[in-house]
């Protein structure tokens, strides 16, 4: 990566359907600064704009470009998941894509991630988009959702459900992956700042191929689930306006604030 560049997210792997993204960990001096204590103001804004009612409707979670992700989501009961996934499985996705398996090799990634989930959950209902976000797809899918977790291979892609996400007022989980790194945040449209806010362009040194290890990814996922967890039932505060960073070759952890750009 650029030791130039502010900052960015970048995917891997050898083509548009892979999950692994990198979000650089060079913060941008400008709108990032250390967290010393928990945003008691936004804490509650975030609660009275979002904590819900034991009456509410079946949640419903959009999840893109994470297998952990979603298999949380359905273990832990979210009445929807909306998934949009497109491409055939390859044999080189299998030791990050825990929905997929060998005998799948070849066919849609949907269908296999969509069979698994209800193999673990069939009360769950599931949306099933067999392509990747577009201009096509993204209003409507963000639409169906509650809330939106993204881990999208694409700049593009995630720019679109910022997008929709900030048009519709939905809170937005964002994670990336690279090597042993992780990082992951919430974006609350209203209370916090958005994808735009941390990273205002899409880095020019992006590349299609950079190292991931499984476990990672898997770490990332599952706590990108919480998050979505968090935000659906109000049982904790999620990371709206920090920004958790993770080195697993350390188990390295901090959180730096976020700013917002009017």
């Given amino acids: 990566h650029d030791s130039n560049n502010a900052g960015g997210i970048e995917r891997g792997m050898t083509n548009g359907e892979d999950l692994v993204v990198k979000v650089s960990m060079k913060p941008i001096p400008t709108l990032m600064k250390p967290l010393k204590s928990v945003d008691m103001a936004t804490k509650e804004a975030f609660k009275a704009k979002y904590e819900r009612s034991d009456t509410c409707s079946v949640p419903a979670a959009a999840v893109v470009g994470q297998c952990v992700a979603a298999f949380e989501l359905a273990a832990a009961g979210v009445g929807r998941l909306i998934l949009a996934h497109g491409g ?23 269908d296999c991630a969509v069979a698994r989930l209800k193999a673990l959950n069939p009360r769950v209902e599931i949306v099933a988009e067999p392509a990747n976000i577009s201009e096509d797809n993204a209003a409507r899918l963000v639409g169906l959702a509650d809330v939106v977790v993204d881990c999208a291979p694409l700049f593009e892609e ?26 992951l945040t919430t974006f ?19 590349t299609r191929r950079f190292p991931v290890l499984g476990a990672v990814s898997g770490t990332a996922g599952g706590m990108a689930a919480l998050e979505a967890i968090k935000v659906i039932t109000g049982c904790a505060p999620p990371l709206a306006g920090r920004l958790l960073t993770c080195d697993l070759r350390t188990y390295r952890m901090s959180q730096l604030k976020i700013g917002r750009i009017p």
């Fill in 188 to 206: 609350v449209p209203g209370v916090t700042g958005c994808l735009r806010c941390l990273y205002p362009q899409q880095s020019p040194t992006w």
């Fill in 88 to 110: 055939n499985l390859r044999s080189d996705d299998l030791n990050r894509q825990l929905l997929m398996t060998h005998d799948h090799i070849g066919k849609p990634r949907i």
């Fill in 158 to 183: 995630r720019y679109l459900m910022n997008r929709e996400a900030l048009r519709q007022g939905r809170p937005m989980v964002e994670a990336a992956v690279y090597d042993l790194e992780f990082h």
